[in-house]
Antibody, heavy 121, light 106 residues
Framework: EVQLVESGGGLVQPGGSLRLSCAASGFTFSSYSMIWVRQAPGKGLEWVSYISSSSSTIYYADSVKGRFSISRDNAKNSLYLQMNSLRVEDTAVYYC??????????????WGKGTTVTVSS | DIQMTQSPSSLSASVGDRVTITCRASQSISNNLNWYQQKAGKAPKLLIHAASSLQSGVPSRFSGSGSGTDFTLTISSLQPEDFATYYCQQSYSSRSFGQGTKLEIK
């Protein structure tokens, strides 16, 4: 079964740091680009970051650029999001997602259940 | 960055109704447009990719169309399980989502 399981969420004070992990199973992790998406309470989906299969291409949303860092370890089938200088507005459920590439188009076809990050004093 | 704008933001409809949701991109994205459905407390689910390709297992009452900057998601005959929030997403240049359309029961 194809599965993504996030971990590492929790309560952190403003200005603090947190590292999210995503464990992938049931597919060849090293063949897929991966994405982090977040959803603040009662709000819509916000794309956070993208990393290609070989880590050669990385993108960030402007809202997290310079504070968040995406990485992956293909040997461990794992995706990471290092979040520094956290702000109250970073409070959200963070989803790990697989970016499928098929017939020249990209789309997210597998999502984790999400991990909750709360930034509060 | 490419901005995605959905309309309407919310919509009330009845079982059996035909419903259309619109998504507009701030620049041309060719057919690099996907649609997702999200129910409360759950991860999103892919419905349509490449603007008009129905994802495997998704009922045929869902359809997508459009190209360039203007796209639509149509549900031909609403079923009780279709009441949810719908998002468009572009994959032409990095990634971005529309703000969502909440479909509610009238």
């Amino acid at each position: 079964e194809v599965q993504l399981v996030e971990s590492g969420g929790g309560l952190v004070q403003p200005g603090g740091s947190l590292r999210l992990s995503c464990a992938a199973s049931g597919f060849t992790f090293s063949s897929y680009s991966m994405i982090w998406v977040r959803q603040a309470p009662g709000k819509g989906l916000e794309w956070v970051s993208y990393i290609s299969s070989s880590s050669s291409t990385i993108y960030y949303a402007d809202s997290v650029k310079g504070r968040f860092s995406i990485s992956r370890d293909n040997a461990k089938n794992s995706l990471y999001l290092q979040m520094n200088s956290l702000r109250v507005e970073d409070t959200a459920v963070y989803y790990c997602a697989r970016d499928q590439y098929y017939r020249y188009y990209y789309y997210i076809d597998v999502w984790g259940k999400g991990t909750t990050v709360t930034v509060s004093s | 960055d490419i901005q995605m704008t959905q309309s309407p933001s919310s919509l009330s409809a009845s079982v059996g109704d035909r419903v259309t949701i619109t998504c507009r991109a701030s620049q041309s994205i060719s057919n690099n447009l996907n649609w997702y459905q999200q129910k409360a407390g759950k991860a999103p689910k892919l419905l349509i990719h490449a603007a008009s390709s129905l994802q495997s297992g998704v009922p045929s009452r869902f359809s997508g169309s459009g190209s360039g900057t203007d796209f639509t998601l149509t549900i031909s005959s609403l079923q009780p399980e279709d009441f949810a929030t719908y998002y468009c997403q572009q994959s032409y240049s990095s990634r971005s989502f529309g703000q969502g359309t909440k479909l509610e029961i009238k």
